[in-house]
């Protein structure tokens, strides 16, 4: 038997004995034995992406969304280098990816021969590991063959353990790549030696569990900040239950899984602060909660809220603690006393324990009154504004989510306005930005990998320059809905079809640089960071079959919305949104939002 297709068929079925259960495989020769070794393997859902480039972006999503590793398959040259931004955002959010990229054996590297770079650690420190395989021989001992299999079990434990992030393993392989005949699946390839590699949960000691408590019941004015990234699972819950215990309130990022969802009933969260902590306009006094904190207990990644971070940056609290169960540094004012890895979710369960009930204290008093407050003023210049600008279609996207539906969000300026203008609610949703880095490549793709872990409809909301870099990625879009239907081996099957709807808000260019000082330097700012470019996107739609409606007024938007939201044809509506005016008018309204 060919060792290429004999050494990746071992490979790809240790991984499978792992865990892996799905591969994004763009197409090209190198890659021909890992190719085929993942089209005989059952169980496994193949995606084919054409650019690998949105082929990265869409494993991320579908990694983040499951939880779980997600396979690339390309093959060798400026293919890998494609999947280079994408690596950059898995590792910096912490999410698994198994990227197997094909190579020229190593007598063709640094020779000239074509397509044939140096690919060996070519991600540098931006994967957690990186492996450049033996080129497979026939023949081999059997300590070579336990080599590749043990290989693939570590490459996927290590994508996936405490500290998850992507994985590199390269694959140099001699011609023929092709098998001899059709018929060449190993008839019993032997099992993998070790089955898994496996952490366990690090839970509190016992000391660290009664220092944290004992911090809690010390102190009555305590924050709980919950920044994007944390744990899922039954974290949001258990976070609410210590927030209830010890009457500390929650401030939560949207993107952090705690603002939506049944355990904000009851639960002091705060989500107005990218509005109230504004300094410009800062209400009350320059305590918005009459006193500072005493104790910032931090989980996930740093807020995406500039006015948050600010104001967590200045206060001066006794203890600033920080619990993380990868251990993977969040703070950039580096003021953390307490760093503590632990897994978040049994951490606040074992913490609560401790703690004597605080079911009322001025503090949280006034936090309750200062977010109540600004929601009100919010909701009745929502209620009173007709005209569509670019955050209030961000509100009316996310009053008519539809629950557990999945909100993928652009970066730029979609994220800032979904910070600001989504109230915490008790409608569950699942709500994901590409924080690590802040790219505005990828997200289509992103977006589409994201909704393709289940049926629930799924919600994109981009910025025109932000969808314009990742148009490509919408071909998934056709594919999906039966375009690969001829070819049996790739399997995608109808029934978890997630309806997909793009909000593409159309200010024609980058409208957040009009928050920046270089907004006055004409002709400057038009060209070079504005940049409109004066793009029809319903020609974009045409080419990638989705339906298209532009919309200018609320009204419209919102039946756009309603009528879409649940349609498994995929619809790209655009909105369109004069970026001056819209950045005038959000100052203006954080101003009265602020007033006494
Ligand atoms: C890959 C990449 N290139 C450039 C940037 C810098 N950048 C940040 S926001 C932005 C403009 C985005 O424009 P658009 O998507 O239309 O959103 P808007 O600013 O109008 O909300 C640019 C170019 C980036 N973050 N990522």
Redesign the pocket.
């Known amino acids: 038997m060919n060792p290429n297709m004999e050494w990746s068929q071992l490979f790809v079925q240790a991984l499978v004995e792992a865990g892996l259960t799905a591969v994004c495989i763009s197409p090209g020769s190198r890659s021909t034995p890992l190719t085929l070794a993942f089209a005989a393997q059952k169980g496994i859902q193949i995606y084919r992406h054409l650019d690998e480039r949105s082929a990265g972006f869409f494993a991320l999503g579908l990694a983040v969304a499951t939880d779980q590793p997600v396979a690339l398959v390309c093959t060798s040259g400026t293919a890998v280098a494609n999947y280079f931004?994408a690596i950059v955002e898995a590792n910096m959010s912490q999410v698994p990816l198994l990227v197997l990229t094909g190579d020229r054996p190593h007598e063709l590297r640094h020779s000239g021969a074509n397509q044939t770079i140096d690919q060996v650690k070519i991600f540098g420190d931006h994967v957690l590991w990186a492996v450049d395989m033996p080129i497979p021989q026939a023949d081999a001992p059997n300590v070579a063959l336990r080599h590749v299999q043990t290989t693939a079990v570590r490459a996927y434990s290590m994508a996936n353990g405490r500290r998850k992030g992507p994985v590199h393993v390269n694959f140099p392989f001699r011609k023929p790549l092709e098998p001899e005949t059709r018929d060449w699946q190993l008839e019993t390839a032997p099992k993998s030696s070790i089955a898994s590699l496996q952490s366990a949960v690090s839970i509190l000691t016992r000391s660290q569990q009664e220092e944290l408590t004992a911090v809690i019941n010390r102190h009555e004015r305590g924050l709980i900040v919950c920044g994007p990234r944390c744990p899922g699972g039954n974290f949001p819950q258990a976070v609410a239950g210590l927030s209830q215990v010890s009457g500390w309130p929650i401030l939560a990022d949207p993107l952090s899984g705690v603002r939506f969802g049944l355990h904000t009933s009851g639960t002091v969260i705060s989500g107005g602060y990218e509005t109230y902590l504004q300094s410009e306009t800062l209400r009350v006094s320059r305590e918005p909660f009459g006193s500072e904190p005493e104790v910032i207990l931090r989980f996930g990644a740093v807020p995406t809220s500039k006015w948050l971070n600010a104001y967590l940056e200045r206060s001066r609290p006794a203890h600033r603690i920080h619990i993380r169960d990868n251990g993977v540094w969040a703070d950039d004012s580096h003021q953390t006393t307490l760093f503590v890895q632990a897994d978040a979710e049994q951490a606040c369960y074992q913490i609560a324990q401790g703690v004597y009930p605080r079911l009322s204290s001025a503090w949280l008093d006034a936090v309750v009154a200062v977010e109540t407050a600004v929601w009100q003023k919010l909701e009745t210049l929502a209620a009173n504004s007709a005209e569509l600008t670019?955050f209030w279609a961000v509100w009316d996207v996310m009053a008519m989510m539809p629950p557990n539906g999945r909100l993928f969000v652009?970066?730029?300026?979609?994220v800032r306005h979904v910070d600001q203008f989504a109230r915490p609610s008790a409608k569950p949703m699942h709500v994901y930005a590409n924080r690590g880095a802040?790219?505005?490549?990828g997200n289509v793709s992103t977006a589409l990998g994201y909704g393709a872990a289940g049926s629930a409809p799924l919600v994109a909301i981009?910025?025109?320059?932000?969808?314009y870099?990742d148009m490509n990625g919408l071909l998934h879009v056709t594919q999906r809905r039966g375009g690969t239907e001829g070819q049996p081996k790739i399997r995608n099957p109808k029934s978890e079809i997630a309806p997909v709807t793009f909000v593409v808000?159309n200010?024609n260019?980058?409208?957040?640089?009009r928050r920046l000082p270089i907004a006055e330097f004409e002709p400057e700012f038009s060209a070079l960071f504005l940049t409109p470019h004066d793009l029809d996107f319903a020609h974009a739609a045409r080419l990638y079959g989705l339906d298209f409606v532009r919309v200018t007024d609320r009204a419209a938007l919102r039946e756009a919305l309603g009528a879409r939201m649940y349609d498994r044809r995929p619809c790209l509506i655009e909105v369109m949104s004069d970026?001056r005016y819209d950045n005038q008018r959000r100052q203006e309204i954080n101003k009265i939002a602020n007033s006494q």
């Open positions: 931004p670019d652009g970066n730029s300026l979609p802040s790219g505005i490549d981009l910025g025109d320059i932000t969808f870099h808000i200010n260019g980058g409208g957040i640089f970026g």
